[in-house]
């Protein structure tokens, strides 16, 4: 096969894998950059004026403004998502179970590896901790390095763009889809929305705020009601108060974080080094009999 420096040195026909040659991406990753971002999402309602797929659009347009930044390569978006407990049962929602996603993002990264891969970094776009965490540690066992990622989580934004913190169909989902998708957005239907909260939210860290005392994350309990039986209309918070200069500024400073990670990820491990050192494909059975690779120690430091 030719090599890609014969051909297009640091190109690529596209940030998405799935856009590219097989010989472009392999090569890619082995010449260039082998950090790897997975964007995911999932098809929930999102009240009357936006659209099913919000999370995944959302997700889909993060990452490839990251990629775009850094060079990572996008690996193609999973449509659907799983969900936290007081999603199931709602029309217009569609949820993988826990096994089904975990297993999902598992195969996609355990596959982008084979093609050189060696960095993995998760966008998550919606609440879906309960698989991203254990995917995340699963894959960690089979020396595959991951981080994982909600973005609005990571922004911490805790008001300073917003007047509310990321709840859903709200504010935060409706100014990143005008910025990023005005065509699938109706803001003639926006309505403000709420559900009935089971614990008091001085509780809860709700997303992006900064964590304080005596506070659980917000998937860290069944903390609502089934969303079918409680909501107004779909919506938890106020996308009557959504703009695109509100999408626009957040999206910005999300992609600076990301971006920043990424950076201090490949002039840490040069393309071609894999951060945990070891591959294990025999998962649980087989970690005591864990050996680093050529570029490690054996005590898995990374070599000088
Ligand atoms: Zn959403």
Redesign the pocket.
């Known amino acids: 096969m030719k090599k890609q420096t014969e051909f297009k040195l640091n190109r690529r026909d596209s940030v998405w894998f799935q856009e590219n040659s097989a010989a472009v991406v392999i090569d890619y990753a082995k010449e260039v950059c082998d950090v790897a971002i997975l964007p995911i999402?999932?098809i929930?309602q999102?009240a009357a004026h936006a659209p099913t797929g919000?999370?995944t659009y959302?997700a889909i347009g993060i990452a490839e403004k990251v990629a775009e930044k850094t060079g990572a390569m996008v690996l193609p978006c999973p449509m659907y998502g799983s969900h936290p407990h007081h999603h199931w049962g709602m029309p217009g929602t569609i949820p993988l179970t826990y096994e089904t996603h975990i297993g999902l993002l598992m195969d996609i990264i355990r596959g982008a590896s084979v093609s050189g891969y060696n960095k993995f970094l998760i966008i998550s776009?919606?609440g879906q901790v309960s698989s991203t965490i254990v995917a995340t540690h699963k894959l960690g066992i089979e020396g595959l390095f991951t981080i994982s990622s909600t973005w609005y989580d990571f922004l911490r934004d805790d008001k300073t763009v917003l007047e509310d913190y990321m709840w859903?169909?709200d504010e935060a989902?409706t100014s990143v889809g005008l910025y990023l998708y005005p065509q699938f957005i109706k803001m003639e239907l926006a309505a403000a929305g709420y559900g009935t909260p089971l614990i008091d939210a001085k509780w809860k860290i709700a997303p992006g705020q900064q964590a304080t005392p005596g506070s659980l994350y917000h998937f860290e309990g069944t903390f609502a009601l089934p969303e079918k039986d409680d909501l107004d209309n779909g919506v938890i918070g106020d996308p009557t108060k959504a703009s695109y200069e509100k999408g626009k500024a957040v999206v910005e400073g999300v992609v600076v974080h990301y971006a920043e990670l990424i950076e201090e990820i490949k002039s840490k491990y040069p393309v071609g080094i894999n951060p945990l050192g070891f591959r294990n494909p025999g998962g649980y059975a087989t970690t005591a009999e864990i050996v680093y690779d050529k570029d490690h120690d054996s005590k898995g430091q990374l070599k000088k």
Do not use: S, V
């Open positions: 999402g999932a929930e999102h919000m999370d959302n776009a919606h859903h169909a989902e």
